[in-house]
């Protein structure tokens, strides 16, 4: 008998009833369903955060001081001094020093202020983040070498400020309670709020962000450190070499050992997507659960239809059916439980990928590697749960099984 | 040549310690082109008889041969390659597939025998006429009446030219007028060269036969030709 034969019969007998060829089949679907679905999600949001990376510029290293206050001496700050070292490398595109701070800015209502963060800058830092420029301009170098009293803020910003985020914001000033007594800053520029998602973590914290030259906002703190260096490797796949060159370069000038810590957008794409897979991976070993659920409930109807076909097979073991045979036909019906079982789950997880995926807002992923996953595995739980009844049905003796009412 | 060549056969069944002997020493021989009946009581051993006869039972000892080999001591797959290729078998409760068709049902001991399609197409078709069932190819076994139900079991028993047509109560289901049918159609197989044995109680249908063997307690007790042209009550 071959099994384009087998197939035929055996597909004729599974749906011979379909209701209970359905309900055998639920816990498999469930099983791949939520599977192929969580999978999905997982790929989905994993290609989105990518995508983020990527806009942000794959091969961005940024170096600071490693460790916490208490460990870092005055010898170890770095200042712009280190900033001209590092740019000798010849491996980077871009560089730029910040300084980071955060101060009360005066809003609209006079009476009222709000936590702004403020980024000193020096060097390449509009090339790195690639921000959107509204109106007017961004910091240049003649800005820093004045040490002039110009910021660009963001929309949200200006409208909290001026009441509106247009052109006419360009040229007015922002006031920044200190303790030198109020200082006033020249608006030169305004930037879109969109920007890239790690930057977007921070402005969910200070939706008010004020930029300016890196040299007036030490010069407000009266100090001359420079708290990160952020380069752009010219080849992002040896970013990890050029962070090494650089915290190596920084430990020399500074004469320390593993002082400064370089931390690499695609070291940390690498670690969030280990942490996504990780969990994409759990979530879906607890789905797969089901399938085993599902594959004992096959087993069960599997045992059920080789009692009552007893007669059937006893009377094709008569007329010349082997061992083999029956095993074979009885092994293809779980297989085809099992694998139409997966076939289905595969299509409500897909459509439930897609919904859920809707609701949260990622574009679910599908891969090919997934759906054959799904196809192995479904097949495989039809092999692996079918075993034991199409042996059972196989060692039956015919003369008993004849006998069977 | 005799397609059957029995001796000192012996089957023991075991029940938990108890020992049953259903068949003590049977010897028998059936010649190519016979038609023989085997009569006997319930538990004169006819039933294990068939079973071994028809390569669904190995006997305790002795040899069986079939068509001069020896298959009394075969494993499992061989056998059910000997009953799919040299016997065909008639039950009294006809035993066809209920979800096949009468042709799907006769086209089946090919399929397992691996004939092509077309082969098995036309061959089955051919027994099919030969039963005189062409118009119920189609028919489901519970769309046809007795008698024709068991006329589809002969063309499937026929269909891989067996040496040997078992048939167990082959009319014991049936109608006077079917069983009647069913036997003119064995006859008109035997007169064309098939091989039959038959087991019955009837004494009128095992008049039909040239040969009866009679069984009582594990033990052939006569053996004689069917005298020609005297009916069932007189043999």
Known sequence: ?405 | MNVINITNLIKIYKQGDLEVKALSGINLDIANKEFTSIMGASGSGKSTMMNILGCLDHPTSGSYLLEETDVSQLRDDKLASIRNKKIGFVFQSFNLLPKLTAFENVELPMIYAGVSISARRRKAGEAMEKVGLTDRMKHRPNELSGGQRQRVAIARALVNDPSLLLADEPTGNLDTQSGEEIMTIFKSLNEDGVTIVMVTHEQDVAAHSKRIVTFKDGVIISDKPVALGIGGAGA
């Open chain 1, 1 to 405: 008998m071959n099994i384009l034969e087998n197939l035929k019969s055996s597909i004729k007998n599974v749906f011979a009833n379909k209701m209970r060829a359905l309900l055998t089949m639920l816990g498999i679907i469930i099983g791949i369903g939520s599977v192929i679905m969580i999978m999905s999600i997982g790929a989905g949001s994993q290609a989105a955060m990518n995508e983020q990376f990527e806009s942000m510029g794959m091969g961005r290293i940024n170096v600071s001081v490693a460790g916490n206050n208490r460990d870092i001496s005055q010898n170890d700050l770095m200042t712009i001094k280190d900033y001209n070292a590092l740019a000798e490398n010849e491996d980077i595109k871009y560089i730029a020093a910040t300084y980071s701070a955060s101060a009360e800015i005066k809003l609209l209502d006079k009476t009222k202020t709000k936590r702004a963060s403020l980024t000193g800058i020096y060097g390449d830092y509009q090339q790195i983040t690639s921000p959107t420029l509204l109106y007017g301009r961004y910091i240049i170098d003649n800005d820093n070498d004045l040490a002039a009293k110009v910021a660009v803020i963001n929309d949200t910003t200006a409208v909290n400020v001026f009441g509106a985020a247009d052109e006419s914001v360009i040229g007015r000033k922002i006031s920044l309670p200190t303790y030198r007594g109020v200082q006033k800053y020249t608006v030169v520029g305004v930037l879109s709020n969109a920007n890239a998602a790690i930057e977007r973590q921070y402005s969910d914290q200070f939706p008010e962000s004020v930029i300016m030259p890196i040299v007036t906002l030490q010069r407000l703190y009266g100090t001359s450190q420079v708290d990160q260096i952020t380069v752009l490797a010219n080849d992002s796949n040896n970013a990890d070499s050029v962070a090494t060159a650089l915290t190596n370069r920084l430990d020399i000038l500074h004469r320390t050992t593993e002082k400064y810590y370089a931390q690499n957008t695609m070291a940390m794409m690498e670690q969030i997507n280990s942490v996504t897979s990780m969990i994409t991976g759990f979530i879906s070993a607890v789905a797969g659960i089901s399938l085993v659920v599902g594959g004992i409930g096959v087993m069960n109807i599997m045992l059920v239809t080789v009692t009552e076909r007893t007669r059937e097979i006893g009377i094709r073991k008569s007329i010349g059916a082997r061992r083999r045979d029956i095993r074979r036909q009885f092994m293809i019906e779980a297989v085809i439980l099992t694998g139409v079982g997966g076939a289905i789950g595969l299509t409500l997880g897909w459509g439930g990928g897609n919904a859920i995926g809707n609701l949260i807002g990622v574009a679910p992923v599908v891969t090919v590697q997934s759906v054959l996953l799904a196809v192995l595995i479904s097949c495989g739980i039809g092999i692996v749960f079918g075993v034991y009844p199409a042996g059972k049905a196989a060692k039956l003796d015919p003369i008993e099984a004849l006998r069977y009412e």
